[in-house]
């Protein structure tokens, strides 16, 4: 595999990520606990190392120029300075 197959491939899976994590992000609720965290579907509960994503959800909104992955990236690091 070449290495721009390999860049093709991994920003395809890190945007299918991504916009998964945002989906799962609480941003509607006044909670502090829970304002800002991805809420796991499975447990329904905020996930201890979402504040991880605020890199890559950085790395997209500055790559592809989208503004809402700069919003989902403040809100992880509200959400954890609040805690």
């Known amino acids: ?8 491939l991994s ?3 890190l945007q299918t990520w991504c916009n998964a994590l945002a989906e799962h992000q609480v941003i509607d609720q ?3 606990g ?9 447990y329904a509960r905020i996930e201890g190392r ?10 997209l909104a500055d790559k592809n120029k989208d ?3 700069l919003d ?6 509200n959400k954890w300075q609040s805690v």
């Open 30 to 32: 006044p909670s502090p």
């Open 67 to 69: 503004s809402r992955f």
């Open 72 to 77: 989902a990236s403040i809100q992880l690091i």
């Open 1 to 8: 595999m070449k290495n721009s197959e390999l860049d093709l």
């Open 50 to 59: 979402c504040a991880e994503a605020v890199y890559p959800f950085l790395y």
């Open 11 to 13: 920003g395809q899976l």
């Open 34 to 42: 829970l304002k800002g965290g991805i809420l796991s579907p499975a």
